[in-house]
Protein backbone atom coordinates (compact mmCIF):
# COMPACT_ATOMS: atom_id res chain seq x y z
CA UNK A 1 0.00 0.00 0.00
CA UNK A 2 2.94 2.74 -0.98
CA UNK A 3 2.20 5.38 -2.63
CA UNK A 4 5.28 6.68 -5.04
CA UNK A 5 4.79 10.13 -7.10
CA UNK A 6 6.71 10.27 -10.13
CA UNK A 7 9.33 12.49 -8.68
CA UNK A 8 10.51 10.43 -5.93
CA UNK A 9 10.57 7.01 -8.32
CA UNK A 10 12.31 9.38 -10.58
CA UNK A 11 14.64 10.55 -8.24
CA UNK A 12 15.51 7.00 -6.09
CA UNK A 13 16.31 5.33 -9.92
CA UNK A 14 18.34 8.29 -10.65
CA UNK A 15 20.87 7.49 -7.17
CA UNK A 16 20.74 4.05 -7.89
CA UNK A 17 22.11 4.46 -11.35
CA UNK A 18 24.38 7.73 -10.10
CA UNK A 19 25.79 5.03 -7.50
CA UNK A 20 26.29 2.04 -9.82
CA UNK A 21 28.21 4.44 -12.35
CA UNK A 22 30.11 5.90 -9.63
CA UNK A 23 31.38 2.40 -8.38
CA UNK A 24 32.04 0.99 -12.02
CA UNK A 25 34.26 4.40 -12.48
CA UNK A 26 35.89 4.36 -8.68
CA UNK A 27 35.68 0.76 -7.56
CA UNK A 28 39.37 0.09 -8.90
CA UNK A 29 41.30 2.96 -7.76
CA UNK A 30 39.97 2.19 -3.98
CA UNK A 31 36.41 4.29 -3.46
CA UNK A 32 33.62 2.45 -2.53
CA UNK A 33 30.11 3.05 -3.08
CA UNK A 34 27.06 1.20 -2.20
CA UNK A 35 23.21 2.04 -2.62
CA UNK A 36 21.44 1.33 0.42
CA UNK A 37 17.80 -0.13 -0.23
CA UNK A 38 15.98 0.66 3.93
CA UNK A 39 12.81 -1.19 4.97
CA UNK A 40 11.05 0.50 8.04
CA UNK A 41 12.76 1.18 11.16
CA UNK A 42 10.53 2.53 14.83
CA UNK A 43 11.90 6.16 14.94
CA UNK A 44 9.45 9.02 15.45
CA UNK A 45 9.12 10.26 11.54
CA UNK A 46 5.55 8.74 11.22
CA UNK A 47 4.66 10.84 14.74
CA UNK A 48 2.23 13.87 14.61
CA UNK A 49 5.41 16.14 16.77
CA UNK A 50 7.51 15.13 12.99
CA UNK A 51 5.07 14.80 10.41
CA UNK A 52 2.63 17.54 9.36
CA UNK A 53 -0.57 17.11 7.10
CA UNK A 54 -2.36 19.24 4.90
CA UNK A 55 -5.66 20.56 7.02
CA UNK A 56 -7.44 21.50 3.63
CA UNK A 57 -7.45 17.91 1.42
CA UNK A 58 -7.37 17.83 -2.05
CA UNK A 59 -9.50 15.42 -3.73
CA UNK A 60 -7.10 14.17 -6.60
CA UNK A 61 -4.88 13.13 -3.91
CA UNK A 62 -7.03 10.61 -1.91
CA UNK A 63 -4.48 7.26 -3.04
CA UNK A 64 -1.73 9.33 -1.40
CA UNK A 65 -3.87 10.24 1.98
CA UNK A 66 -5.01 6.59 2.30
CA UNK A 67 -1.32 5.80 2.20
CA UNK A 68 -0.41 8.24 4.50
CA UNK A 69 -3.21 7.68 7.16
CA UNK A 70 -1.88 3.71 6.90
CA UNK A 71 1.78 4.76 7.27
CA UNK A 72 0.58 6.58 10.61
CA UNK A 73 -2.02 5.38 12.35
CA UNK A 74 -0.99 1.43 11.26
CA UNK A 75 2.50 0.77 10.62
CA UNK A 76 3.89 3.43 13.10
CA UNK A 77 5.53 2.27 16.06
CA UNK A 78 5.08 -1.43 14.86
CA UNK A 79 8.10 -1.20 12.05
CA UNK A 80 10.29 -4.34 11.42
CA UNK A 81 13.66 -2.50 11.63
CA UNK A 82 16.11 -1.46 14.71
CA UNK A 83 17.28 1.79 14.13
CA UNK A 84 20.28 1.07 16.22
CA UNK A 85 21.33 -2.03 14.40
CA UNK A 86 20.68 -0.21 11.03
CA UNK A 87 23.02 2.37 12.25
CA UNK A 88 25.89 -0.36 13.37
CA UNK A 89 25.68 -2.24 10.07
CA UNK A 90 26.18 1.43 8.18
CA UNK A 91 29.13 1.85 10.23
CA UNK A 92 30.41 -1.29 9.18
CA UNK A 93 29.65 -1.07 5.43
CA UNK A 94 32.03 2.10 5.80
CA UNK A 95 34.61 -0.29 7.71
CA UNK A 96 34.69 -2.67 5.21
CA UNK A 97 37.45 -3.43 2.08
CA UNK A 98 34.95 -4.67 -0.10
CA UNK A 99 31.47 -3.37 0.59
CA UNK A 100 28.29 -4.87 -1.25
CA UNK A 101 26.83 -2.26 -4.42
CA UNK A 102 23.67 -2.98 -3.13
CA UNK A 103 22.25 -3.66 0.33
CA UNK A 104 19.08 -4.53 1.34
CA UNK A 105 18.31 -3.25 4.95
CA UNK A 106 15.16 -5.20 6.24
CA UNK A 107 13.21 -8.29 5.25
CA UNK A 108 10.59 -6.12 4.07
CA UNK A 109 13.08 -3.91 1.94
CA UNK A 110 14.29 -7.37 0.20
CA UNK A 111 10.84 -8.75 -0.64
CA UNK A 112 9.56 -5.25 -2.06
CA UNK A 113 12.37 -5.38 -4.07
CA UNK A 114 12.10 -9.12 -5.22
CA UNK A 115 8.78 -8.33 -6.43
CA UNK A 116 9.46 -6.28 -8.88
Given amino acids: ?7 ELL ?5 RN ?5 FAETNAIGIKSTVIYPGAFR ?3 LNDTSLKTPSHLIEDYEAARISQKYYQNELNGNQQGD ?3 F ?3 IIE ?11 FMGRDAYNASYKK
Fill in 11 to 15: FLKSM
Fill in 83 to 85: PEK
Fill in 93 to 103: IAKSNNPPLHL
Fill in 18 to 22: LTEAL
Fill in 43 to 45: TNF
Fill in 1 to 7: MKYFNLM
Fill in 87 to 89: AEV
